[in-house]
Nanobody, 115 residues
Framework: QVQLVESGGGLVQAGGSLRLSCAAS????????MGWYRQAPGKQRELVAA???????NYANSVKGRFTVSRDNAKNTVYLQMNSLKPEDTAVYYC?????????WGQGTQVTVSS
């Protein structure tokens, strides 16, 4: 069973930066896409950024130019570098991974951006 463990969330002032990490363990079938979603209070979970095993990336319009997703395939780890953070980026951020068998989710990490 694949497990995803996130780290790197926290409290930061507007304009600051944070880096999230997510490591997948128990991988027996190659992980294809990995990425990050977020859910703010009272809102639906939304895609933030995703990256394939071939390094093709996809970003939400609201984070383009500020966030960068990357991955280390050998370590089954995905990263999210978040710069120029805004209060509206405040949310629980969830790591996501998928392979031929299933879609997996992390437990979530809180990111709070103060104004």
């Amino acid at each position: 069973q694949v497990q995803l463990v996130e780290s790197g969330g926290g409290l930061v002032q507007a304009g600051g930066s944070l880096r999230l990490s997510c490591a997948a363990s128990g991988v027996r079938i190659r992980i294809d896409a990995m990425g990050w979603y977020r859910q703010a209070p009272g809102k639906q979970r939304e895609l933030v950024a995703a990256i394939t095993s071939g390094s093709t990336t996809n970003y939400a319009n609201s984070v383009k130019g500020r966030f960068t997703v990357s991955r280390d395939n050998a370590k089954n780890t995905v990263y999210l570098q978040m710069n120029s953070l805004k209060p509206e980026d405040t949310a629980v951020y969830y790591c996501n991974a998928r392979n031929a068998l299933a879609i997996y989710w992390g437990q979530g990490t809180q990111v709070t951006v103060s104004s």
